[in-house]
């Protein structure tokens, strides 16, 4: 194999499908990126057997043919070269590979003449349809600090999709909050799908698509996401992701707007002293027209601030993690939110007042009586 590329379109390559990359792994080739040129277009491809990140450039061939290649070595030597092209050539089948840059060359040992294990391919014919540009963006940032963390229930590390008459729904939950939102998708007029994606779909497809619209297809068994000349695409996770509309409360004893960055503020501050009490706990009490919010911590200090709240409803008084309230104020787009108590030991509904798809539900902590 013999080809000519820019220095900045082959970094930037390596670089997107070399995420797909696990540090640990137990086949020695998933550690390497698979450069395949033919036709004057180079492909790009890395996998962790779960996931596969895939890359086209436009290159001077001169001799096609396919080489794996350390993803981590060649990527920070790309990165690193100080010529606007170079020239790759791999010498035989044993996979050793010179880069040239300039007067100056590097020799990279590959992994001889294997390839890449094959993904599995799409089974059934997949419904593909069209996400404008940005707007993986924001299901990022509106879902996947929600996803489990732990391995205690693998199907929570993932985001529940349900492909509905003209819209796309999304949720994420760990067990304790709970984000939703959906996607207008008024040209689908299919069968009702549901399915639960790694949250590194999510990831790659924000970053994918941030400047351009992306084509997602759901099949039996992956999900791809392709947009310009890339493409990622996944395997479905097993397992049954809980019934989650059960949770969303109907009915709320309190309701009003609150400015995000006063908020956001009172509960930054509290939370300085919550952090450090073993409950990480704030106190939120409602009266009509404001919200008072307090911490404690025996040994630091305590924390009490009031903020404007036009509300409507009953006094209430409640505890919260107060890490979970500013990962969903950190999600929204406008300066109000809407905030929804249902009760005590109840849910709190935090909705964007720009964005009125996307809610989030937070579950209070339990008081000692």
Same mark, same amino acid.
């Given at each position: 194999m013999h080809f000519y590329a820019t220095q900045d379109q082959l970094a930037k390559a390596l670089s997107m499908v070399s995420r797909a990359i696990m540090p640990q792994n137990n086949l020695p080739i998933l550690?390497?990126?698979?450069?395949?040129?033919?036709?004057?277009?180079?492909?790009?491809? !890395?996998?962790?057997?779960?996931?596969?990140?895939?890359?086209?450039?436009?290159?001077e061939v001169s001799q096609p043919g396919y080489v794996v290649l350390p993803a981590t070595l060649?990527?920070?030597?790309?990165?690193?070269?100080?010529? !606007?092209?170079?020239?790759?050539?791999?010498?035989?089948?044993?996979?050793?590979?010179?880069?040239?840059?300039?007067?100056?060359?590097?020799?990279?040992?590959?992994?001889?003449?294997?390839?890449?294990?094959?993904?599995?391919?799409?089974? %059934?014919?997949?419904?593909?349809?069209?996400?404008?540009?940005?707007?993986?963006?924001?299901?990022?940032?509106?879902?996947?600090?929600?996803?489990?963390?732990?391995?205690?229930?693998?199907?929570?590390?993932?985001?529940?999709?349900?492909?509905?008459?003209?819209?796309?729904?999304?949720?994420?939950?760990? %067990?304790?909050?709970?984000?939703?939102?959906?996607?207008?998708?008024?040209?689908?007029?299919g069968e009702v799908r549901e399915c639960v994606v790694p949250a590194k779909i999510i990831a790659e497809a924000a970053r994918l698509s941030s400047a351009e619209d992306a084509q997602l297809t759901l099949g039996r068994n992956l999900i791809r996401v392709q947009t310009g000349s890339a493409v990622v695409v996944s395997r479905l996770l097993d397992g049954q992701y809980p019934d989650y509309q059960r949770v969303i409360p109907q009915e709320f004893v309190v309701q009003g707007r609150i400015r995000v960055s006063d908020f956001r503020g009172a509960l930054e501050r509290a939370n300085l002293i919550a952090a450090r009490d073993r409950t990480s706990s704030v106190r939120i009490h409602h009266q009509v027209g404001q919200l008072d919010i307090s911490a404690s911590a025996a040994e630091f200090g305590q924390t009490h601030e009031s903020v404007e709240f036009d509300s409507h409803g009953q006094e209430l008084d409640l505890l919260f993690n107060p890490t979970f309230l500013l990962d969903a104020l950190k999600s929204l787009e406008g300066e109000e939110a809407v905030l929804e108590f249902s009760g005590i030991q109840s849910p709190l509904r935090l909705r964007d007042t720009e964005n009125a798809q996307y809610s989030h539900i937070v579950l209070p902590l339990r008081q000692l009586v």
């Open positions: 550690s390497g990126v698979q450069l395949e040129a033919r036709d004057n277009v180079l492909t790009l491809t !890395a996998t962790d057997l779960f996931t596969t990140l895939q890359a086209e450039i436009a290159v060649l990527t920070e030597l790309v990165q690193r070269i100080p010529t !606007a092209t170079l020239e790759l050539e791999t010498e035989d089948s044993s996979g050793k590979t010179l880069v040239k840059y300039g007067k100056n060359r590097a020799t990279l040992h590959g992994f001889g003449s294997e390839r890449l294990p094959e993904f599995q391919s799409m089974e %059934g014919p997949g419904d593909t349809i069209t996400i404008g540009s940005g707007i993986f963006a924001r299901l990022a940032r509106e879902l996947l600090f929600a996803c489990a963390k732990d391995e205690t229930r693998p199907i929570l590390k993932g985001v529940s999709i349900k492909l509905d008459s003209g819209r796309l729904v999304f949720a994420t939950t760990d %067990g304790t909050r709970l984000s939703h939102t959906w996607v207008a998708i008024p040209e689908y007029r």
